[in-house]
């Protein structure tokens, strides 16, 4: 099992920066994938960025260039870099994981990353910026 915290979440104005943490309590983060979500009110939740077995990294094209994903060595942290950001990227961000070979664990996949089940969630944190 594998609990994830997120922290570095707060209030910006628009064009500003945002570091998010996430960090892996219990074993550490999967080898099959991690990545960030977020939610924000009255929609959907929706993929950010993720890194896969292999490195790959994906980011849909609302984020790319503006957003960075990226895993520690030691695989207990991770990160989302947070560029030039928008009104439209408030939101509640939340980190996840693959449980890998854990039974039992419910998954989601996605369209960008089809080869990455997220199944650890972490309790995520608001990220609000203002024009």
């Known amino acids: 099992q594998v609990q994830l915290a997120e922290s570095g979440g707060g209030s910006v104005q628009a064009g500003g920066s945002l570091k998010l943490s996430c960090v892996a309590h219990g074993n550490s983060l999967s080898t099959c994938g991690v990545g960030w979500f977020r939610q924000a009110p009255g929609k959907v939740r929706e993929l950010v960025s993720a890194i896969s077995r292999d490195g790959t990294t994906f980011y849909p094209d609302f984020v790319k260039d503006r957003f960075a994903i990226s895993l520690e060595n030691t695989k207990r942290m991770m990160y989302l870099q947070m560029n030039s950001l928008k009104t439209e990227d408030t939101a509640v961000y939340s980190c996840?994981?693959?449980?890998?070979?854990?039974?039992?664990?419910?998954?989601?996949?996605?369209?960008?990353?089809?080869?990455?089940?997220?199944?650890?969630w972490g309790q995520g944190t608001q990220v609000t910026v203002s024009s």
């Open positions: 996840a994981a693959d449980p890998g070979s854990s039974a039992g664990v419910p998954v989601i996949r996605t369209e960008i990353c089809p080869s990455i089940a997220f199944g650890y």
